[in-house]
């Protein structure tokens, strides 16, 4: 049996960190392809992720987006290949 994997090289998240509410996410991508970055206060709700941003191609292949937070908001994200 052949598995194939849906990306050219493995995936990681390299950093994601705060300042001023605002969120900055970094990850490895490949050029041409198309990221959906989503979140969701409750990890225990698998139907609770939100659509933060849709359709943001990548153009290098290390990907940044900011993301405005609330100040009092517990968020996680995940960063999805569309």
């Not at 392809?33 to 992720?49: A, H, I, P, R």
Request: aromatic letters at 10%.
């Amino acid at each position: 049996m052949v598995f194939n994997l849906p990306y050219r090289r493995p995936f990681r998240i390299r950093s994601a960190s705060e300042a001023n509410a605002v969120i900055h996410l970094v990850w490895d991508s490949d050029p041409g392809d198309v990221y959906m970055v989503e979140s969701t206060t409750n990890l225990s709700d698998t139907n609770g992720w939100a659509t933060v941003q849709t359709g943001f191609m990548a153009t290098n292949e290390i990907s940044e987006l900011d993301v405005q937070v609330t100040v009092s908001s517990g968020r996680f994200f995940r960063i999805v290949g569309q």
